[in-house]
């Protein structure tokens, strides 16, 4: 059997364009799902006890088996896939074979479009984080306006009960203080250093506009609060008293009433 023009040859009987395979006798460009393409561009089916490659060029004993990387098995568990978005699916929990939908929760997705039941971002690429609707993998929350969980795993519109980091990027559960951090005055964002014409409070760790009942800046140290002669802290460290409460007097004579 000879084939007319250019750029055909024989295939299993059939004349098809060389860049094509005969499938069931009808030329197209790639083998059904489940066969592979042997020597003479003939779909066919692998052994019972063998799976084809994602290339579809030949037979494997197992998708972990395909050389230079392991592949993973489709949905139907009848051909190896170099990933399963290529297919529409989506990766199990465990990320050794492909779904339809998730039977174990919802799915989420890596920067490149991979989804993964339950997954967890890093598990796709390091330094990959989960958006705020939990459904998508991002490489960086603040791109997006968002910030970065004090866990480190996810992002979030805002930090609620918690305090935005001095970067501006992270939610921590506290400023360092160790490192001279404090509290901006409205109590939502470690700071370095308080505005001008702004007071220390009395326990050194937030900014205030004024300082407050019972106290003056500190005439060595202008920048911090601390109370009037006479006066005590009081036990939660927000104002001055003139006397401590009967149940928390200042019993080590430290200016502060005891909690």
Not at 52 to 58: F, G, I, R, S, T
Not at 221 to 248: S, T
């Amino acid at each position: 059997m000879k084939c007319d023009g250019a750029n055909f040859m024989v295939m299993g009987g059939i004349c098809c364009k060389d860049f094509q395979v005969n499938a069931a006798d009808n030329c197209t460009d790639q083998c059904p799902t489940a066969q592979f393409m042997n020597e003479n561009r003939i779909c066919k089916d692998c052994p019972s006890n063998r799976i084809v490659n994602a290339a579809k060029d030949k037979c494997l004993t197992s998708c972990a088996a395909a050389l230079p990387e392991a592949e993973i098995t489709n949905a139907a568990g009848n051909a190896c896939l170099t990933n399963c978005s290529s297919a529409g699916e989506i990766t199990n929990t465990a990320g050794d074979a492909c779904l339809t939908s998730c039977t174990d929760g919802g799915e989420i997705s890596d920067s490149d479009g991979n989804n993964q039941c339950n997954g967890n971002c890093a598990e796709f690429q390091t330094n990959l984080i989960l958006n705020a609707e939990g459904n998508a993998c991002v490489p960086d929350c603040k791109a997006f306006g968002l910030f970065l969980n004090s866990n480190g795993v996810g992002c979030v519109p805002d930090c609620q009960n918690e305090f935005i980091d001095v970067f501006g990027e992270q939610c921590v559960h506290e400023c360092n203080k160790t490192k001279g951090q404090l509290i901006n005055v409205a109590g939502e964002s470690c700071i370095n250093e308080c505005a001008e014409g702004q007071f220390i409070n009395l326990l050194g760790e937030q900014c205030l506009v004024m300082c407050p009942e019972g106290a003056q800046p500190n005439p060595a140290n202008p920048l911090y609060c601390q109370c009037l002669h006479g006066y005590f802290m009081g036990v939660a460290g927000d104002k001055c008293e003139f006397r401590c409460p009967y149940y928390a007097q200042d019993t080590d004579n430290d200016g502060q009433c005891d909690g």
